[in-house]
């Protein structure tokens, strides 16, 4: 071989060397199309997302129209309001047989309450008995034929044993435990001081039985929309008088947030209102020289109030329907400077879904005849007794009611 062709023998067969710059044309249109398919599906996925979410925000309207709430930070749960176990002592009877017991009355041994779907029973010993319908069936307890059916709320004995009745969407009843007559003495619905009544809930009577004092929660929610009431804080709650003998209803004070459980002083010249949303108890002054004044009982409880009952020791049986725990978290009491999220919330979640996030504690305080907390009862995951109304005592045991649960139970104080 001779030495030009020798040359040309070792170019044509001189080795490659392998680079980044050699390789990066051949996959350089590769890469770039994978990276615009990458985008082009996150900005998909995003737009999927982003887009009814900008739908529910600005097109769908909200039930409700929240209003800013001022709540001071709750009471720490330390001292009289110290967690404990005590409600677990409780016995639950008559389950799966009552539902939604939400207040209880007595008389003598027999006990009186009202259900879900529209019954005033009377319980002696082990037997129940149905001894009136306020509505009209079929009723089986569903939040559609609440309105229908009725939904009997509070209830007490008055002179000679007659019940009186506060239901939520009928008004207000006289019934005779004995024959099961039932009176209508205020119809639910009709205008009062220039207000219709919606939302009937809880009543006292006076000793004589000439006076029936009652709340009616709003004129803007039912009863079967209560979240609704909580979470917009809408201040149309009232508290009227009902006169048995020229049948007449009077409004006493209004303005309030959802008034709730009611009960009157021993004088009977004023009368205390679990004012709900405000996790505090009004006094209300219906007589006497005070009378159309109102003052603060108690403010900043540990938890949201429902019914109001007499203690044996001269004080009140307060039920908390939800708590605010501290520490802990509190949603109402986080959201409550927030109606923006509120108003998302309920464009997003039905009130069902909504009630399995709040918390199953259940509590029920006594209060002093000052306001002053005496003992509290607790079961922190609503184990035995849960979404408590309300605590009646009657000889030596304390009878707790429900607004949603499927019996009644009874907590035998000297145990506790």
């Known amino acids: 071989m001779n030495e030009p062709e020798g040359l040309r023998f070792r170019r044509l067969n001189r080795p490659q060397i392998i680079t980044d710059e050699l390789q990066e044309p051949q996959y350089k249109g590769t890469s770039t199309y994978s990276g615009k398919v990458f985008r082009v599906i996150l900005v998909t996925l995003g737009g999927c997302l982003i887009l009814p979410m900008l739908v529910v925000f600005f097109l769908l309207e909200s039930p409700i129209h929240p209003e800013?709430?001022?709540l001071n930070e709750p009471p720490l749960m330390s001292g009289c309001y110290e967690p404990n176990f005590k409600l677990r002592?409780?016995?639950?009877?008559?389950?799966?047989?009552?539902?939604?017991?939400?207040?209880i009355a007595n008389f003598g041994d027999l006990i009186y309450t009202g259900t879900a779907d529209g019954k005033i029973v009377k319980i002696e010993g082990k037997s129940i008995t149905v001894i009136a319908r306020l509505g009209k069936p079929p009723c089986d307890g569903s939040r559609e034929?609440?309105?229908?059916?009725?939904?009997?709320?509070?209830?007490?004995?008055?002179?000679?044993?007659?019940?009186?009745?506060?239901?939520?969407?009928?008004?207000?009843?006289?019934v005779n435990p004995v024959t099961g007559e039932v009176t209508n003495l205020v119809s639910a619905g009709q205008m009062v001081g220039g207000r219709r009544l919606s939302f009937v809930n809880d009543l006292d009577v006076t000793q004589d039985g000439r006076k029936v004092y009652f709340t009616d929660s709003s004129s803007r929610w039912q009863r079967r929309d209560y979240l609704h009431l909580i979470m917009e804080a809408t201040a149309d709650g009232r508290v009227l008088e009902y006169d048995t003998e020229t049948e007449e209803v009077t409004?006493?004070?209004?303005?309030?947030?959802?008034?709730?459980?009611?009960?009157?002083f021993p004088d009977e010249e004023s009368v205390l209102v679990a004012e709900t949303t405000m996790a505090r108890i009004r006094r209300v002054h219906v007589s006497g020289l005070n009378k159309g004044g109102m003052d603060t009982f108690v403010d900043n409880l540990?938890?949201?109030?429902?019914?109001?009952r007499r203690s044996s020791s001269g004080g009140y049986w307060v039920a908390m329907s939800a708590v605010r725990p501290n520490p802990g978290f509190s949603m109402l009491d986080f959201l409550a400077q927030k109606p923006w999220i509120k108003k998302l919330i309920f464009k997003l979640f039905s009130q069902d879904v909504l009630m399995k996030f709040v918390p199953r504690y259940s509590l029920v305080i006594e209060l002093q005849e000052?306001?002053?907390?005496?003992?509290?009862?607790?079961?922190?995951h609503g184990m035995v007794a849960a979404y408590i109304s309300e605590a009646h005592e009657h000889d030596?045991?304390?009878?707790?009611?429900s607004f949603r649960s499927p019996y009644l139970c009874k907590?035998?104080?000297?145990?506790v």
């Open 396 to 401: 030596g045991h304390l009878y707790l009611g």
């Open 411 to 415: 907590l035998d104080l000297s145990k």
């Open 370 to 380: 000052s306001g002053a907390c005496m003992r509290s009862f607790h079961d922190p």
């Open 251 to 264: 409004v006493l004070m209004e303005n309030l947030r959802f008034a709730n459980g009611i009960q009157l």
């Open 68 to 70: 800013l709430l001022s």
């Open 302 to 308: 540990p938890g949201f109030p429902d019914n109001i």
């Open 89 to 103: 002592e409780a016995q639950r009877l008559f389950e799966d047989q009552l539902v939604g017991p939400e207040s």
């Open 145 to 174: 034929q609440e309105p229908s059916c009725g939904r009997p709320l509070g209830i007490r004995v008055g002179p000679n044993g007659t019940l009186f009745v506060a239901d939520a969407y009928l008004g207000l009843f006289k």
